[in-house]
């Protein structure tokens, strides 16, 4: 063991007369531990939020959308699908049509977007029906006497109390025009499955037909209003759709899975930004500790540093003396946050502890998901602002003069 060390290493075991000394030094590990732990944990939140968001939004979208900037929609989508989907990372292709229309069961009526679907090709861009908890959907290729099939989200079959196999009446805004006014057109729709992304808005707002009832619905005859693709990448997203709408041409547009929600994402950016500024405060203060313990034992022991300097110690190693021990505080303290913070949001992970409200987050628990990345940066800051916080005690004791201290001894 080095001699510095060794030293170090010993002046944490505070003397009893040294007491004070040795409480500041605790409280300084504590508040290096509770800074660290917070960190990982508000961390692992805002990633928890992130990851599950833009799970259930993947899910729930397209990453690349490709629409026309006027008219009703896209006309011969099938022969522009199948050019476009030749495009570098493109892996697959739908159309689709959707508005908003009424549906209404009995006396409960709520506005929805109803989506008609290429069943096939919809499954291979989208997760959605394929998290269904009632049905099959197989259904929505059925066809019914004077009804066409509609899969639901869950929180809407809730809301107007219908389950599988029950009528429900669609109502268009786009109806018959007549001499006096336009007449809404409305269809009937047999529920065949209910399905269950994760996502309450989504769950509350969306139902899903067969392309082909949708048209006759809208009265758009082989039209659709978007075509749908699956990248190999998510994060290419821009850099494809950019690609995709040259390939299509004037008139289109391109949105992807980023910029449709970027207000949330946004929003989550700055929400790590906050709170890695508010719990380094308390990085700070431990720092602050830091500095008051070294401090105040460079005065306890000025005449140990005076005895080691006169047996031949330089002042490079009195000031690695105490700055190892301020380290040492600092590494032990993070240590045991960055153990407990990691502990404590897998616990919270794993047996989703904190449930939330669906409804308002979207989410049915807190989910928290630390990243080993997070912990090197967290604790390569610990140390750092720990190893700050020892350079005036450390140069104070270097700068010792032996001869004044000792003269009087």
Known sequence: MRFEFFVALRYLQAKRREAAISVITVISVLGVMVGVCALVIALA??????????????GAS????????????????????ERLARRPHV????????????????????GVILKGVDLGRELRVSD?????????????????PNADPIILGKELAKSLGVFVGDTVTITSPQGYLTPLEVVPKFRHFRVVGVFDSGFYDFDAS??????NAAQRLFDLANVASVIQFKVDDIYQAQAVAESIRQGAGPGFETTTWMEQNRSLFSALRL??????LTIGLIELVAALNIFITLTMMVMEKNRDIAVLMSMGARQRQVWAIFTLHGLLIGTVGTAIGLGLGYGLAWLGGHYKLIPLNAQIYALPSVPFSAQPLDGVWIAFAALLISF??????????????????????
Do not use: C, M
């Not at 892996?91 to 209404?104: D, G």
């Not at 969306?206 to 392309?211: D, G, M, Q, R, Y």
């Open 62 to 81: 397209a990453d690349v959308t490709l629409l026309r900037t006027s008219g009703n929609g896209i006309a011969h989508y099938e022969e522009l699908g």
């Open 45 to 58: 939140l805002n990633n928890g939020f992130r990851r599950e968001l833009e799970q259930k939004l993947l």
């Open 206 to 211: 969306w139902a899903f037909t067969n392309l």
């Open 91 to 110: 892996v697959a292709t739908a159309p689709a049509l959707y508005e908003q229309v009424l549906v209404s069961s009995h006396a409960r009526a709520q």
């Open 388 to 409: 700050l916080a020892t350079l005036y005690p450390s140069v104070a004791a270097a700068r010792l003069n032996p001869t004044e201290i000792l003269r009087y001894e």
């Open 271 to 276: 929400e790590r930004l906050v709170t890695i």
């Open 128 to 144: 959605v029906l394929k998290k269904l908890r009632e049905g099959s959907i197989e259904g929505l290729s059925q066809t019914f």
